[in-house]
Nanobody
Framework: VQLVESGGGSVQAGGSLRLSCAAS????????ITWFRQAPGKKREGVAA????????YYADSVKGRFTISQGNDKNTVYLQMNSLKPEDTAMYYC????????????????WGQGTQVTVS
């Protein structure tokens, strides 16, 4: 399984970005994708999770109401729409895939992308 993130960049506070996570390879090996983020000196944080091919989503309180996770029609691409961005959203954002359930906990995910940087000033 390969995961490739894109869509990061620099925006001003209050702005929006949409991140993409494209999955390829043995995509039948996972049923859930979660977006994580990690800022320098801080712990990795799960922010949004989705059941691939299903309807379940789950959000961290820190992003609820501002971020929306969704999937493309082919179910191999997952998006993270980020609105009302704040400086504290600045981090490297990673998508991760696993089969253990809808979760924001990193240990349940076997496959990780390389990340895309989001900077909010």
């Amino acid at each position: 399984v390969q995961l490739v993130e894109s869509g990061g960049g620099s925006v001003q506070a209050g702005g929006s970005l949409r991140l993409s996570c494209a999955a390829s390879g043995h995509t039948y090996n996972f049923d859930y994708i979660t977006w994580f983020r990690q800022a320098p000196g801080k712990k990795r944080e799960g922010v949004a999770a989705i059941e691939v091919g299903g309807n379940q989503t789950y959000y961290a309180d820190s992003v609820k109401g501002r971020f929306t996770i969704s999937q493309g029609n082919d179910k191999n691409t997952v998006y993270l729409q980020m609105n009302s961005l704040k400086p504290e959203d600045t981090a490297m954002y990673y998508c991760a895939a696993g089969a253990s359930g809808l979760s924001l906990v990193a240990k349940y995910f076997q496959y990780w992308g390389q990340g895309t940087q989001v900077t909010v000033s």
